[in-house]
């Protein structure tokens, strides 16, 4: 570990699932570390003031849920932003904000990552985070060792854009196979073959999938403790269709799982886990 007092000080913004584990990670490693949150989720020791939180922090981390989120913190901490401190986003975001944030930071003089992520829960909770990270170079290198702190892997890529367009088409992969995966486990159930039973196919075939051995089984149990929220893998799913929107393309697999996704939603499931989605064949 490097010596503390050598480290760039940070204020990680928004302490959900991954910001609060993230937020540990890092004051661990011996960075000086301020955090804010709109509320007392997983945690309680926070600045309630987002420009206080960012006031001395050479680096602001964003964990923050979405597009609002994203737009009003940097709205409320431009003042603290400038030339030797870099704005570091974590969350997924569209196309339209990416691009906001790029030209928002170049006018401030702010160094800019768009550093968005995959691994769920547990992930963070090991450190175990891979960013698909875009930006500067001289950024990019910078905070390399700042990113390692929360990750495995760091995936470098051509542009914050680039980053934001990986991130949202693998998560379309996520959300159709967990809607593929609950289609099957309804159809196994109805003709008496158990969660197990399927789970144990699946494993030597083609459509394996670390997925299908986290959501299979609990997605029979009725466990949809939140990994990864209902909420937040919708709003992928609309800034997903928003991508492809933009090329002229349609694509309706995911624009049927965005349907069922909303439908939870809007029966209030939207903070359980995504897999929730299983549901919709119980009323059926
Ligand atoms: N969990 C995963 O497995 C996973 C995996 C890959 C990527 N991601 C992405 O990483 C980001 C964080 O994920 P997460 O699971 O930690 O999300 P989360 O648990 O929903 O936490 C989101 C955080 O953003 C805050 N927030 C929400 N709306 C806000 C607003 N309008 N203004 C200010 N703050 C707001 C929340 O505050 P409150 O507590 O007050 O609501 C919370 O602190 C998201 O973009 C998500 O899509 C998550």
Not at 91 to 114: K, M, P, Q, S, W
């Amino acid at each position: 570990m490097s010596d503390a007092s050598s480290l760039p000080s940070v204020a990680v913004f928004g302490l959900g699932i991954i910001g609060s584990r993230a937020a540990d990670h890092i004051a661990a490693a011996g960075y000086p570390v301020t955090t804010w949150s709109r509320s007392p989720r997983e945690r309680t020791d926070f600045e309630t003031d987002p420009s206080t939180a960012a006031r001395n922090a050479d680096i602001v981390a964003c964990y923050l849920k979405d597009v609002p989120a994203v737009r009003y913190i940097l709205g409320n901490i431009r003042d603290s932003l400038g030339p030797g401190k870099t704005f570091v986003n974590h969350a997924t975001i569209d196309h339209a904000t990416t691009d906001y944030l790029v030209a928002e930071c170049a006018r401030l003089g702010c160094g800019f990552l768009n550093a968005p992520f995959t691994g769920s829960k547990i992930a963070a909770r090991n450190a175990a985070l891979v960013y698909y990270a875009g930006g500067d170079s001289e950024v990019m290198e910078r905070l390399r060792p700042f990113l390692e702190v929360t990750s495995t892997q760091i995936m470098e890529v051509s542009s914050p854009l680039a980053a934001t367009i990986l991130k949202l088409t693998t998560n379309l992969i996520t959300a159709s196979t967990v809607q593929a995966l609950a289609e099957g486990l309804t159809v196994n159930l109805a003709h008496g073959i158990s969660a197990e039973t399927y789970l144990e196919s699946i494993k030597p075939n083609a459509c394996a999938s670390v997925l299908a051995s986290m959501k299979v089984i609990s997605m029979a149990e009725g466990d949809f403790d939140p990994h990864f929220s209902l909420s937040n893998m919708l709003k992928d799913a609309r800034y997903m269709l928003d991508l492809a929107e933009r090329a002229g393309l349609e694509t309706p697999g995911i624009a049927n799982t965005a349907t069922q996704m909303q439908k939870r939603n809007d029966l209030g499931e939207g903070e359980f886990d995504f897999s929730i989605l299983f549901k919709q064949f119980e009323e059926a």
